[in-house]
């Protein structure tokens, strides 16, 4: 039976409900226009919050104040006018600036671009904000600063090119030369760490040394650096020339760099995110697929797209490549206004499975600017929020910071940070000459300052620029290897080589890279193109003013070389302008390189030095020959040569003489094989001063009888006897 009463009370609630919505509708529609739905706020509005909400108290608010003023440039001219709050971004601008400048410090010449960065900011500001700047003053006491550490290294140059001079005229020919070698050993550790900084030629006592402990017997005194522990290049989407590698590629380049430093691990930054101008704010375009979840991405400065360049995988498939092998790989990020933490989280979401991924890097010359040189410097506090947010994701991962600007990075937070060093374009490798951005200090000096800001952290030089091939190109082959010894033997702490990829496809680096004639045509043109004497062509614009160097008279010589080696249809395909300017040079690099010899001090060792002069001088065209002025001097310097006479066999006994009285000295010939041995060598010397050579020979046999006979094993060990046999059987052969 149905109970109607129920069914009637059910209607009447369901009325009142029906009832009561109808009631209310209009309010929750109401509700959510104004809240849910609301209008979002027009663009001039979005940057009149921004500014609202500056409070600037410390450097860490940098980022806001510089979003701000983003967002405003981007207003068309009638959205600017509705900004009220205009001069609240302004004062913000003139209170960061004021703290920069409280905090900027002058400790060496490379302190010399944060000073005129500061410099710049302060002039482009408006007479309102300038007069906020109440410590401008400090910019001129940094200046004075500034020039006192000029002085010095003036002084510290001018030193350490005597030393040089003292290691270039070392003559270690054979072991009687060793206190040529043992001068020039005193005169080098006399110098400052800073000091033998500048010092170019160290690998050559470091040769003589070795040959030295050679013919004493002993193991190299001087190995590969044990400092470099990893090595690789760096990987771009836009820095290989023409088509991009394949996984045998840079497989190759692995094998390499381990051949130049073994026991490195193979490392390379791997740029996984590049700028894009054009996205939001501006900020960087990951090379993978967007993620399916529904965010905006674009509103966050961030895009997504496949690598462009011909002939790049997916970056999937170079890590499986990566964890097969063994081969490590910083994923890094050219950032621009997007955060960095979120691109942590969408980078390691996609690629933190691999086992070669290791980190993650920043280029801090793209943070927070989008245009060259307008990143803003990371502050302690920021990098140790990235640095904790990425070890939230992997403990083990590790970030590396980058610049050419140890200010652009943190002052003080070091955790363990990779710190970068991309410094180019620098005039030379000792501060011999200033380069396009009028640098100060030189290569080697200037990344040795680096290395002692972020002592004891591990450092990494991205090195191998284009334009630094003007002073690399002359070092010794293979210059990759020469390059990164160099640098640690100025590095106290471990270090990493990383070749920029702008190089890679190189005649000098890794020329079995070249996909094409037309990339081989390319990178010759740019080599060929710095004799140019305009623009930042540095080489060509000291030809022409009459100011060119030794090293620019190398380089010169060098790119003849590359040049020569070329097909005809590659050599065909040059710039002939460039060509013409390599011809009309090499004359005067001829003249330079003569001028340099001094032939009151020329000895044997200088006779290839020499030969090949001359031999870059019989190479040049008639015309070219007439050109040079300095052919008597070269004719001169050879005639010197020739009359060095040098007695072959009273060379060899000095030697052998030299060697005995070093294990006398080191007790490795003791007792009464001491004078037995001297005496016999002292005969030998008063029948070849007599020129009896047959009593010569005698008194030889004796002393090799008496050095290898059984009874005087105790009295002379087997390091010296198998050193002086082989002594003995030089000056034989020189008899």
């Known amino acids: 039976m149905t109970n109607t009463r129920l069914i009637g009370e059910n209607s009447k609630r369901i009325f009142i409900i029906v009832i009561t919505f109808l009631m209310i509708l209009p309010s929750v529609f109401y509700s959510q226009d104004v809240v849910g739905f609301a209008a979002a706020p027009t663009p001039d509005q979005t940057v009149t919050d921004m500014i609202n909400a500056l409070d600037v108290t410390s450097l860490d ?47 060496t010449l490379v302190d010399e671009g944060i000073v005129g960065v500061l410099r710049e900011e302060y002039d482009a500001l408006k007479p309102s904000q300038k007069a906020l700047i109440t410590n401008v003053d400090k910019l001129d006491q940094l200046d004075a600063k500034h020039e006192g550490l000029m002085e010095i290294k003036d002084q510290n140059y001018a030193k350490a090119k005597e030393v040089q001079s003292i290691i270039e005229q070392m003559q270690v020919l054979s072991y009687s030369d060793k206190p040529a070698a043992a001068n020039a050993r005193a005169a080098y550790d006399s110098l400052t760490g800073d000091q033998k900084a500048i010092v170019t030629n160290y690998h050559l006592l470091k040769e003589a ?167 803003i410097p990371v502050t302690d506090t920021r990098a140790q929020e990235w640095d904790e947010h990425l070890k939230s994701i992997n403990p083990s991962y590790r970030m590396f910071l980058k610049h050419y600007n140890h200010r652009w990075l943190p002052p003080t937070y070091r955790s363990d940070i990779l710190f970068c060093d991309d410094s180019q374009s620098i005039g030379s490798i000792d501060g011999e000459v200033e380069g396009m951005y009028e640098d100060s200090m030189g290569f080697i000096p200037e990344f040795k300052a680096w290395a002692d800001y972020f002592y004891p952290n591990e450092v990494l030089y991205q090195i191998g620029y284009r334009p630094d091939a003007m002073w690399y190109y002359p070092l010794e082959k293979p210059v990759i290897k020469d390059l990164g010894e160099r640098l640690a033997e100025v590095t106290r702490q471990n270090l990493g080589i990383a070749w920029v990829d702008f190089t890679i496809k190189d005649p000098l680096t890794f020329p079995a890279l070249f996909k094409a004639d037309s990339e081989v045509v390319t990178a010759v043109n740019t080599l060929v193109g710095y004799l140019r004497s305009t623009g930042n062509n540095m080489v060509g614009r000291r030809f022409a003013a009459g100011e060119g160097t030794l090293t620019d008279a190398l380089y010169v010589a060098e790119i003849r070389k590359v040049v020569n080696s070329l097909t005809d249809s590659q050599r065909n395909a040059l710039n002939q302008s460039y060509l013409e300017n390599l011809i ?89 094989s001491v004078n037995q041995l001297s005496n016999r060598l002292d005969q030998v010397e008063q029948h070849l001063n007599a020129g009896r050579t047959k009593q010569v020979a005698q008194h030889l046999d004796q002393f090799k009888s008496h050095l290898n006979q059984p009874p005087q094993s105790k009295n002379v060990s087997n390091k010296a006897k198998e050193s002086l046999n082989k002594m003995l059987n030089t000056l034989n052969e020189k008899l």
């Open 209 to 375: 040394e070795n040959k030295i402990s050679a013919w004493e017997g002993g193991s190299p005194v001087h190995k590969a650096p044990e400092n470099i522990v990893y090595a690789g290049t760096r990987s771009s989407d836009y820095g290989v020339n023409g088509q991009w590698l394949g996984t045998e590629d840079w497989q190759h380049i692995t094998d390499q760099m381990d051949g130049y430093f073994p026991g490195a691990e193979p490392t390379y930054i791997w740029i996984i995110g590049r700028l894009n101008t054009s996205v939001g704010a501006g900020g960087v375009r990951l090379e993978f697929e967007q993620p399916n979840d529904g965010v905006d991405y674009a509103s966050k400065n961030i895009s997504f797209g496949p690598p462009t360049k011909a002939g790049h995988l997916t970056h999937e498939e170079y890590l499986d490549y990566f964890d097969k092998h063994g081969i490590k790989v910083y994923l890094q990020v050219e950032s621009g206004f997007a955060d960095m933490k979120t691109l942590m989280d969408l980078i390691f979401n996609k690629y933190g499975h691999h086992e070669s991924v290791v980190g993650f890097g920043v280029d801090v010359e793209w943070y927070y600017g989008i245009s060259e040189d307008a990143g």
């Open 584 to 672: 009309n040079l090499e004359p005067k690099a001829v003249d330079i390189r003569i001028n340099n010899l001094d032939i009151t001090k020329l000895q044997v060792k200088d006779k290839a030095k020499v030969a090949d002069i001359r031999a870059t001088y019989t190479a040049l065209t008639v015309a070219q020959k007439a050109q040079v002025t300095q052919l008597s001097h070269l004719e001169a310097a050879e005639k010197a040569l020739a009359a060095i006479k040098e007695d072959g066999s009273r060379k060899a006994l000095a030697d052998l003489n030299a060697l005995l009285e070093h294990f006398v000295s080191t007790g490795d010939i003791n007792g009464p």
């Open 61 to 107: 608010d940098r980022e806001g104040v510089v979003l701000a003023r983003r967002y405003y440039t981007r207003l068309s001219a009638a959205q600017k006018a509705l900004v009220t709050n205009l001069q609240s971004l302004e004062k913000a601008e003139a209170e960061i600036l004021k703290l920069w400048i409280d905090s900027a410090e002058v400790n």
